[in-house]
């Protein structure tokens, strides 16, 4: 991985819905500026601590940004080449990465190649680009059987094993890593190949090696996709469930086992953490007891990895995922023209960030830490984190009464509620509902 990856703090945008974009493109429409729009809120998000921002789709497709039509081209409801350099100098200069996101799976049905095999038949020359099926009696125009994304027929998966393909994305990659981008999160990378991903990744890193590639994979084996790709990392999806499904469900051991799953990752590789994104509902919304989202972030912000913050998150937005069209609308919404215009009551999740990611900042041993289980019960946890010579405590407490638990070395409070019952403390007092991060003896 790049160095400068050990101290980042990601804000993940969906600039579609973020800027309040058209659902989906008209022939003919005019270039809208709006990525200046997402270039107004860098201060916010340099002010909240993150030090990198997460982009979602920016280039030119028809609906949601993941059926891409063209690579090289800025989104037309976003901007152009121009909004984008202005985009990449005001992060840059507040000391923000960019990170791009690149769906190489599949394209829209609208791609340049896949259009020619529409309008040329069989013999079109990029017609090995799909994995096409093409019925008897096929007349040109006509749209052949092809392999789609999870049975959406909008979204044309993409042949893999053609090199062609692999040259086409090389180019893509190496294209925006040159305008400014510095990394790539890579869509779907979870149903691509694997192989693909080794014809591709050392090219690009060739040309920038301080480039950083982080795949979304959902389940399966994250240590593995990560040896056999050559990724630097993946999306941590076991954690984010053991994250809320244990605080929701007053189940603790949930959460402990996979912090120990999570620790067997960090021997192979960093993963990206997070508790939001723009695929699933709200951790406002998803959390039973709105009392426990502090904890969910204290969990987050404590343990190795490279955290993500999902836009909006930072505010305690709410927003419900469902299966169905339309159902990412809820939490994708557009954003008010500036900080000032958000609702008052998001503010003290916000401050509650920036103390927590303020934190992680100035223990930046935290990115490949290691967690330990000192104390458990369904309802109440103290966890270890130690790294390079350092030692953090997180004690929770999920129930409707004071807790006392195991602080062993505890000489002070970091963030949250606790009382220290001697100092260096063996023992710790949580209120009801209470978290408490502390400074620990190495």
């Known amino acids: 991985m790049p160095d400068w990856i050990r101290d980042t703090v990601w804000w993940q945008v969906y600039p579609l819905g973020f800027v309040g974009a058209e659902q989906t493109v008209r022939r003919g429409m005019a270039t809208a500026h709006r990525l200046d729009q997402v270039a107004a809120w860098i201060d916010y998000a340099a002010d909240l601590g993150a030090t990198g921002l997460a982009l979602g789709p920016i280039f030119a497709s028809s609906t949601h940004g993941y059926d891409t039509i063209d690579y090289l081209r800025i989104d037309p409801r976003l901007g152009d080449d121009s909004d984008f350099d202005r985009l990449v100098a005001a992060a840059h200069g507040r000391g923000l990465k960019v990170l791009l996101d690149g769906v190489f799976n599949h394209v829209g049905q609208d791609f340049a190649a896949f259009r020619a095999v529409l309008d040329e038949g069989p013999s079109a020359a990029q017609a090995g680009w799909f994995h096409l099926t093409w019925p008897e009696g096929t007349n040109p125009g006509d749209v052949p059987d092809h392999r789609c994304f999870e049975g959406h027929r909008a979204l044309v998966t993409l042949n893999h094993d053609h090199p062609e393909v692999a040259d086409h994305v090389v180019a893509v990659m190496n294209h925006w890593l040159a305008r400014g981008a510095d990394g790539w999160r890579l869509d779907a990378a979870y149903a691509v190949p694997r192989a693909f991903w080794t014809r591709v990744l050392p090219r690009v890193r060739a040309a920038h090696p301080e480039a950083y590639f982080v795949g979304e994979v959902i389940h399966g084996d994250y240590a593995g996709v990560v040896a056999e790709t050559g990724l630097d990392s993946v999306t941590q999806y076991e954690l984010w469930k053991a994250i809320w499904s244990g605080l929701n469900d007053r189940n603790l051991f949930e959460l402990a086992h996979a912090l120990k799953r999570h620790d067997a990752f960090l021997e192979a590789f960093v993963p990206m953490t997070f508790v939001g994104n723009h695929d699933v509902t709200r951790i406002a919304s998803r959390l039973a007891d709105i009392r426990h989202l502090?904890?969910?972030?204290?969990?987050?912000?404590?343990?190795?990895?490279?955290?993500?913050?999902?836009?909006?998150?930072?505010?305690?937005?709410?927003?419900?995922?469902?299966?169905?069209?339309?159902?990412?609308?809820?939490?994708?919404?557009?954003?008010?023209?500036?900080?000032?215009?958000?609702?008052?009551?998001?503010?003290?999740?916000?401050?509650?960030?920036?103390?927590?990611?303020?934190?992680?900042?100035?223990?930046?041993?935290?990115?490949?830490?290691?967690?330990?289980?000192?104390?458990?019960?369904?309802?109440?946890?103290?966890?270890?984190?130690r790294g390079d010579g350092h030692r953090l405590l997180l004690a929770l407490n999920l129930s409707d009464e004071p807790t006392e638990q195991p602080a062993p070395g505890a000489r002070g409070l970091e963030a949250g509620q606790a009382d220290l019952l001697s100092a260096p403390a063996g023992r710790i007092r949580l209120p009801p509902h209470g978290w408490a991060i502390l400074a620990a003896e190495a």
Do not use: C
């Open 294 to 385: 502090p904890h969910a972030l204290a969990v987050l912000f404590t343990v190795g990895g490279t955290p993500s913050i999902y836009a909006g998150d930072e505010q305690a937005f709410r927003g419900l995922k469902e299966e169905r069209e339309g159902g990412d609308d809820a939490i994708r919404p557009a954003f008010p023209p500036s900080p000032d215009d958000l609702a008052p009551e998001g503010w003290p999740t916000y401050r509650l960030h920036q103390d927590l990611v303020a934190l992680r900042r100035r223990n930046p041993w935290l990115h490949t830490a290691r967690t330990r289980t000192l104390h458990l019960t369904n309802t109440a946890m103290t966890l270890e984190t």
